[in-house]
């Protein structure tokens, strides 16, 4: 029998990390360009010099959508 436990932070940190990596993923696919400047990964990624305006979400955008 397989208990299941509640997410801890490791499991809220690597959800984080793969759902960022599928959005670099996503953007590389529809990249015009071979490469990804480091302007679109920043853009991406939701870092750079105005992060103030618009913080990043803290929770996996797949684990908002768990209701």
Do not use: F, K, W, Y
């Not at 490469?35 to 679109?40: F, M």
């Amino acid at each position: 029998m397989v208990t299941l436990s509640a997410p801890n932070a490791q499991d809220c940190v690597a959800l984080a990390e793969i759902e960022l990596c599928g959005e670099l993923m996503i953007a590389a696919a529809d990249a015009i360009e071979d490469r990804l400047s480091s302007d679109r990964i920043d853009e991406v990624l939701n870092v750079g010099t105005d992060t103030a305006a618009e913080p990043a979400p803290t929770i996996p955008r797949q684990a908002r959508h768990r209701g």
